[in-house]
């Protein structure tokens, strides 16, 4: 049996390291679907955010296996994570409806002309509030899993 000083500096499980990579494609999948594609992501460009944020985004949610150092880029990446996050919710959500165009405030003025684009559009506004709590629920998860693993040099 290890002692409590070799446990704390040993690796992450390998049950631990199957969670996160569980979460970190569940990240990505999120991300690529809803973030980083499409109107959102045009949105999202004129916001204050850093590219690098979401450079590191996409190579944390691309990750397809880990390592043993690997734990402190992870812990980077979840707070880029909440960064962006963070930036969505003060800058984005509150004004979702009319930056695509579907505001019942501005009527369909400011809107496409095409009624499938409305469609899609609303869907977007009316989905975009679930999609970022979701992405906020995947990073505080895996937030806890590298926090389990607090001072481990693995």
């Not at 690997?70 to 930056?99: A, H, M, N, Q, S």
């Not at 809107?111 to 709590?133: E, I, M, W």
């Amino acid at each position: 049996m290890p002692t409590p000083a070799l446990a704390v500096t040993a690796p992450l499980p390998q049950i631990r390291k199957s969670r996160i990579l569980a979460l970190l494609g569940e990240i990505g999948e999120l991300f690529e679907s809803h973030f980083d594609h499409g109107l959102i992501a045009h949105l999202i460009d004129d916001l204050p955010i850093d590219f690098g944020t979401l450079r590191e985004i996409r190579q944390l949610s691309s990750r397809g296996a880990m390592y043993a150092d690997d734990v402190y880029t992870l812990r980077y990446g979840v707070v880029e994570l909440e960064t962006f996050t963070g930036c969505l919710r003060r800058f984005l959500l509150p004004v979702i409806k009319e930056r695509l165009g579907v505001s019942p405030l501005h009527g369909h003025r400011a809107g496409p002309r095409d009624h499938g684009q409305f469609v899609h559009r609303k869907l977007l506004a009316y989905t975009f509030p679930f999609n970022l709590s979701r992405l906020e629920e995947l990073t505080a998860q895996i937030k806890q899993e590298l926090s389990e693993h607090r001072g481990s040099a693995a």
